[in-house]
RNA sequence: CGCGGGGUAGAGCAACCAGGCAGCUCGUCGGGCCCAUAACCCGAAGGUUCUCGGUUCAAAUCCGAGCCCCGCAA
């Protein structure tokens, strides 16, 4: 059994620790988790999704709000990292016999950073991956150990890019994990003049400029569905477009306008989308033929 | 006590500020028209107006308390 210390927070770093689990193959020994955070209208505090997954196999488990002077009880052979979210310090890296991996979900040197799947969305970007690769001091700057690549479909969103890169991910970990402590992967420097970054993405960044064409903020929503969405204002309250889709009419820029059951909004360079479901400030999500019934007047 | 919007027929909305038969667009059901239709015409059913209390001759509407939903913010 490799024994292992895992730093993890958020969904998809849940199901990679609970692959890791059923493989048979680690011994995870403890997890490091982010602190458990007030979320949502009512400020309820809310475990994390890598929390719950640690207590269902009642793993050890520590929180610390940072790693700065953190001193890890538990030395493995090795620390595997995933969607964490903090930073952590080289002496916390080191205290691993082999040191520490991280599974990054872009195509590295391309996309370091906090949402590389969000990113290669918004970006109009043809293929991603998954990136196995040793930790230094520097975000997404280690050596690869190993690299796979998928192709994102047309219709990809953040949600089904999301689903088919954790369905690669878990085995490239594993298989990169024995190798690397068996000596059997020659870890590779990476291109770093090649390298491009991603940054978090806050409600601000789902506001549409329609200026833009509709392939552009098609792309937009891609990647910012379910979270933080893409908006628009709407008679001064704010409107979020929660599905579109690429139309081919031809709409004033910005305009919102219903034909027949369907509603379109007019985007740079004469194109368009349609609005398939919306929701409005105050009110429930609906259907473009439920907002056409009670808005007809004013539209 | 963080800020704000909302709860009216199966759905989405109007009427509320200025109290007086609860209305519109859909949907549903029945009938008609048509080669045909999600189109068009005629008709019908469907409401304790979130709950509790107060004011009033009279409350969806005004006042008080509560429950629930949502947008921000965090």
Redesign the pocket.
Known sequence: MISVVYFGTYYFSAHVLESLINSGVFNIKMVITQPDR????K?EVQASPVKLIAQKYNLKIDQPETLKNYSLSEVADLNITCQYGLLIPKSVLETARRGSINVHTSLLPKYRGASPIQSVLINGEKETGVTIMLMDEKMDHGDILRQQKIIIDPQDTYETLNAKLLAIAPELLIISAKDYLANNIMPQVQIHEEATFCKEF???DGKIYWEKTAEQIFNLYRGLTPW??I?TEYNG??L?LLEVKLADKIIELGKITAQQ?QLFAGCGQSTSIEIVTI??????P?SA?????????IL
């Open positions: 007030p979320v949502g209208r400020k806050t409600r601000d933080p969405g908006w309250k704010r979020k059951n929701q409005l400030e105050g009110k429930k609906m033929k439920e907002f056409i019934n009670g808005f007809k007047n």
